[in-house]
């Protein structure tokens, strides 16, 4: 039987317990109003932070949050992992399933180097990134380039986005997302994305050992520097959370450890989708089936090379569940590569020292993860962890409600502070 007060209030009680538990659910973090920045810097391996000079990044590991290795997506490729970032999405379900692949419904195939293709909707729709997901939720960003952010995704776009230029030096970009918090509050952004790609770019065409690549990641550290630099003196810099990661590492690679898709199967039967550290290949209408495809590529595959029926990929690679992925995936091992021998003779003598788009587990296919920030802890390393976790940890840090996505809390739960 209810007491007096409860025949009088239950109902009005009731409500407030309700109106209680659902603002506790909704409760941004202890800082909702606090800037965020997001850096990857393409192609820097784990162990490039121990391994070269990069002092800026080294302490803001120090001061906050580090992971041993961010572990990619399959492909470790630049794209399916920046938009796996942006996303919480595995490539397989987030549509961009290479830097190069063909839509059988589109009966189109998307190049990562058309500008066309990079604004084009139609090849971003099936992920919500994080600057998305902001906008929605009122929460105004800015993208000095990434994958993606160049296409109006659900009918939205970042207030504040740029036509990719890779002939930007890291300087000229942290100076260009600077000036986008120097706008007249009601226009500056709170959430900020900065892609830079000298460490990747000089990776390949140097290799992962090289001083070359040691000088490139100085570059990366002193822009790092510099955008510290240009929070300070605006008076953001102890309220700012920073993110910084890297979408892949980086491996050897030599002209002598090739295999050309030539000599695997008749070239005149199928699409080749792309080449490299993966490949894909699809059989063109009437002539063999994947299965019978796989069968003959099997039958004359090195011991360096895997070849897969798309489902049957191994289940840790998460790349079954979209007609974008080819019919046929072929995974060599670390070091090696697929090719194709039209234009080999000239194209092995300046065949370059470095890639990335092995097997995720590679060592050296890992990534970077470090934060810092009042939202983070301090002084805290933790383990290995996959990069699907990394668009739920943004969405607490910006007091967002996150799109559904292959991701959990583990990440956040780790590193922010409490
Ligand atoms: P990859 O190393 O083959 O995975 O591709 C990475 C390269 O793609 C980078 O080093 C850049 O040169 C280029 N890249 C990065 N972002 C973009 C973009 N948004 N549009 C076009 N090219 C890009
Ligand atoms: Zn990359
Ligand atoms: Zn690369």
Redesign the pocket.
């Known amino acids: 039987m209810k007491c007096a007060f409860m025949q009088r209030f239950g109902s009005f009680v009731h409500l407030l317990l309700i109106l209680l538990a659902v603002s506790s659910c909704t409760t941004p973090p202890a800082r909702p109003l606090a800037p965020l920045i997001l850096v990857s810097i ?2 820097f391996r784990w162990d490039y932070l121990q391994k070269y000079d990069a002092p800026t990044l080294k302490a803001l590991a120090a001061g906050g949050v580090h992971a041993q290795r961010l572990t990619p997506s399959f492909p470790s ?3 399916p992992n920046h938009f796996t970032l942006a996303t919480g999405l595995r490539p397989e379900h987030h549509g961009i399933v290479s ?1 190069y692949f063909f839509d059988p419904a589109f009966n189109a195939s998307f190049n ?2 058309s500008p066309a293709d ?1 604004a084009d909707p139609r090849w971003w729709q099936q992920g919500e990134p994080i600057w998305i997901t902001a906008e929605k939720q009122g929460v105004r960003s800015a993208c000095y ?3 993606g952010s ?1 296409a109006e995704i659900h009918g939205t776009r970042p207030s504040f986005h740029l036509t ?1 230029d ?1 002939k930007q030096t890291s300087n000229q970009r942290v100076d260009g997302l600077l000036a986008w918090f120097d706008l007249p509050a009601a226009q500056r952004p709170r959430f900020g994305v900065l ?1 830079l ?1 000298v460490v ?2 000089v990776g ?1 065409r140097a290799g992962p050992d090289s001083p070359e690549t040691a000088a490139a990641v100085k570059e990366a550290d002193d822009a790092m520097a510099r955008l510290l630099a240009g929070l300070s003196s605006r008076g953001l810099r102890d309220q700012t959370n920073l993110v910084i990661v890297s979408d892949h590492g980086m491996s050897e690679q030599s002209a002598d450890r090739v295999i050309f898709v030539e000599d695997l199967m008749n070239v005149s039967q199928v699409q080749v989708e792309s080449t490299g550290p993966n490949g894909g290949v699809r059989p063109r209408p009437g002539t063999v089936t994947p299965a019978e495809l796989a069968a003959s590529i099997r039958a004359k595959a090195p011991p360096a090379l895997k070849v897969y029926l798309r489902e049957e990929v191994p289940a840790q690679f998460h790349y079954r569940d979209n007609p974008r992925i080819p019919p046929v995936v072929l995974v060599a091992d670390d070091h090696w590569n697929i090719e194709s021998r039209l234009g080999w003779t000239k194209f092995a003598n300046s065949y370059n020292r470095g890639n ?1 788009g092995w097997d995720p587990a590679t060592p050296n296919m890992g990534a970077l993860f470090l934060a810092s920030g009042p939202a983070f802890r301090r002084g805290h390393e933790l383990a290995d962890v996959d990069n699907i976790h990394l668009y739920n940890l943004l969405c607490r840090v910006l007091g967002l409600q996150p799109a559904p996505n292959d991701g959990d809390d583990r990440l956040a739960r780790e590193v922010l502070a409490r």
């Open positions: 393409d192609g490729k630049t794209f830097n990562k180097n990079n380039f990434w994958p160049e990719y890779g892609y790609e990747d770019v390949h990335h």
